[in-house]
């Protein structure tokens, strides 16, 4: 059985979070989601359930959970459209959230989460046409400030 993330995702991730300085997000973004390969985009779709049990954990910030939990959704939900280039910003962001190759360790309190909320908020926004189109071909009201 291949690893997920595969292996050039987890030398990347790894190996940013090891530098000692914090990258550009929206470049760190690029690159990552640039590395997401198909198998990624498979073994994914099977680690959603530990991604949505790792977000309801969240207990200092609802907000992150609310997004980490729309973008799975969005994800799941549009497993037929395969490597989108939004559909690969998120999967990097969950793997980055799921597979703790922090920045910042989660198990810092009130900060742990920083960096992983960063990355959440900046995909979030570079897809908001996406999602937002998502949400109203399902008939759902996207949130003003999920």
């Known amino acids: 059985m291949k690893t997920v993330p595969s292996t050039p995702l987890s030398h990347y991730l790894s190996q940013k979070s090891r530098t000692g300085r914090p990258p550009n997000s929206i470049a760190y973004i690029t690159e990552g989601a640039a590395l997401v390969s198909p198998v990624d985009l498979t073994g994914l779709r099977k680690l959603l359930p530990q991604i949505k049990g790792k977000a309801v954990k969240i207990a200092d910030s609802e907000r992150l959970r609310r997004r980490i939990e729309m973008l799975a959704l969005y994800f799941q939900e549009t497993r037929s459209q395969g490597g ?63």
């Open 84 to 146: 989108t280039p939004e559909r690969r910003e998120i999967a990097f962001v969950l793997f980055y959230f799921l597979k703790g190759y922090d920045m910042i360790p989660d198990s810092i309190p009130k900060i742990g989460l920083l960096d992983d909320a960063l990355l959440v908020d900046t995909v979030l926004h570079r897809n908001e046409d996406a999602l937002r189109s998502h949400w109203a071909a399902k008939q759902r009201v996207f949130p003003e400030t999920p």
